[in-house]
């Protein structure tokens, strides 16, 4: 490429990404002839080693890699050469590597006709105008499978008031929403703050966007979570009558849940919010015959200790 004759040092900078086009004439005792059609150069490396390619999508039987091209050189993409193979336990082959040239409107491919549960090795090689990036060696390895479905929402198991337990599915009943991907955690949700329902917004349809991840790649083994409901913090509000500021201690208040389950694919879906509340139930009533006749019975209690905790209603038992 021509040097830069400002900076000799600055070269490789300055022609960078420069684009040529050669054509060739002979010349002969005679004259010169016609010229060669043209050639098109760039002044330019060939590209880097390239990003490992990204799982975006799959079923059982398939999935989805997205590419990411990268140190190019300001050389223009051509292609993505993308290698893979299935892995069995003991880190070897089982079949043949498959090899597979991606024109540059492919930034993702779906590679399908795949064993359910089964492991798959991954690397991408990006194609310039210049060359081919090196061979960077199995980048990734992913399973085929669907990302999990949404598992049942987390439930209230026990609350002293001051911390609140948190439960979800089993291990073993989650992988059945895994499409054979082995579970490797949940992920647990949480937002605390219970104007949510003060103004009547339904919880089953809160979005997932308003929601705190509270806990990332939690053991398989673990299926319940205790909550410190002091750590919820207080937060205040015009009240919707009078307009006066309350404060509202939401240590004794609702805390809303998801749950996801972490696979060798990816995050599943998240489940429908959970409505908890950090109290413990409800206080023994203190039961009084009020009157008694041939024909009924007066029962009157007075409100138990209810711990903060909405009144829903009263069981009775004969």
């Not at 992988?175 to 104007?195: H, P, Q």
């Not at 083994?221 to 404060?247: A, M």
């Amino acid at each position: 490429c021509p040097p830069y004759q400002a900076n000799p040092a600055l070269a490789d900078l300055a022609y960078q990404g420069q684009l040529y086009w050669f054509r060739v004439t002979a010349v002969n005792a005679l004259g010169e002839g016609p010229p060669s059609e043209a050639i098109r150069m760039r002044c330019s490396f060939p590209p880097l080693e390239q990003p490992a390619p990204r799982r975006v999508g799959g079923d059982e039987t398939s999935i989805i890699v997205e590419f990411e091209p990268s140190n190019l050189f300001h050389a223009e993409l051509v292609a993505h050469r993308l290698t893979y193979a299935p892995l069995i336990s003991d880190g070897s082959f089982d079949g043949p590597l498959m090899t597979v040239d991606l024109g540059l409107k492919h930034r993702r491919w779906n590679i399908s006709g795949l064993m359910p549960g089964w492991t798959y090795a991954f690397k991408v090689q990006a194609i310039s105008e210049s060359g081919m990036s090196p061979d960077p060696g199995w980048q990734t390895e992913i399973v085929a499978g669907g990302l999990p479905n949404a598992p049942p929402p987390p439930v209230y198991v026990t609350s002293d008031g001051t911390f609140l337990e948190i439960a979800w599915q089993t291990l073993e009943r989650s992988r059945n929403e895994t499409g054979g991907s082995e579970v490797l955690g949940f992920a647990l949700f949480l937002i605390n703050d219970d104007r949510v329902s003060r103004f009547n917004h339904p919880t089953g349809n809160l979005s997932d966007a308003v929601f705190t991840k509270y806990l990332d790649q939690v053991t398989d083994n673990i299926s319940s979570y205790e909550h410190d409901c002091r750590k919820t913090p207080n937060f205040g509000y015009h009240g919707p009558v009078d307009g006066q500021h309350v404060l509202v201690n939401a240590s004794l208040n609702y805390v809303y849940a998801k749950v996801a389950i972490i696979s060798e694919s990816g995050l599943g879906e998240l489940s429908e919010a959970a409505t908890l509340f950090c109290a413990p139930p409800p206080d023994e009533p203190a039961l009084e015959l009020a009157n008694v006749d041939a024909n009924q019975v007066t029962l009157r209690w007075p409100h138990p200790e209810l711990y903060s905790a909405p009144l829903i209603g009263y069981n009775i038992y004969i």
